[in-house]
């Protein structure tokens, strides 16, 4: 059963959709590239930053880039630690990944640190969003 949907700018809604990502990433099937899976880790990241933004009430760009979204948020006066900053790496699974030929094949050992960064990443959004 899905969910209990909310408004598209309350950070809960954002969170459903970094589980739904999460998930995702995590459902190993056979014929599905990692590259693929790392796709949705990254948006599961970088949905769970965003909901972070919202939860702030700061308007974030709409980038792919979580280092950069990540900066901003640190500018404005969230502390961000170095697990959650491991989330930049990621970044490169938002694009040149998703098309042939463009980067090389991820291995099974960077398909389970995005995911597992992802997993830290959507915890600490959760506290954030609990918290305030």
């Given at each position: 059963?899905?969910?209990?949907?909310?408004?598209?700018?309350?950070?809960?809604?954002?969170?459903?959709?970094?589980?739904?990502?999460?998930?995702?990433?995590?459902?190993?099937?056979?014929?599905?590239?990692?590259?693929?899976?790392?796709?949705?880790?990254?948006?599961?990241?970088?949905?769970?930053?965003?909901?972070?933004?919202?939860?702030?009430?700061?308007?974030?760009?709409?980038?792919?880039?979580?280092?950069?979204?990540?900066?901003?948020?640190?500018?404005?006066?969230?502390?961000?630690?170095?697990?959650?900053?491991?989330?930049?790496?990621?970044?490169?699974?938002?694009?040149?990944?998703?098309y042939?030929?463009?980067?090389?094949?991820?291995?099974?050992?960077?398909?389970?640190?995005?995911?597992?960064?992802?997993?830290?990443?959507l915890?600490?959004?959760?506290?954030?969003?609990?918290?305030?």
């Amino acid at each position: 059963m899905p969910p209990e949907r909310f408004l598209a700018d309350d950070p809960r809604e954002w969170l459903n959709r970094t589980r739904s990502s999460l998930l995702k990433a995590k459902g190993k099937v056979p014929d599905v590239y990692l590259e693929d899976l790392c796709f949705d880790a990254q948006q599961a990241a970088e949905k769970a930053i965003k909901a972070v933004f919202l939860k702030k009430g700061i308007t974030f760009p709409y980038t792919h880039d979580l280092a950069d979204l990540l900066t901003l948020l640190g500018e404005s006066g969230e502390e961000i630690s170095d697990p959650i900053r491991e989330a930049g790496r990621l970044t490169r699974y938002a694009v040149g990944t998703r098309y042939p030929g463009v980067t090389e094949p991820v291995t099974e050992e960077e398909y389970e640190e995005a995911v597992h960064i992802a997993e830290t990443v959507l915890k600490w959004a959760e506290g954030q969003i609990e918290k305030s």
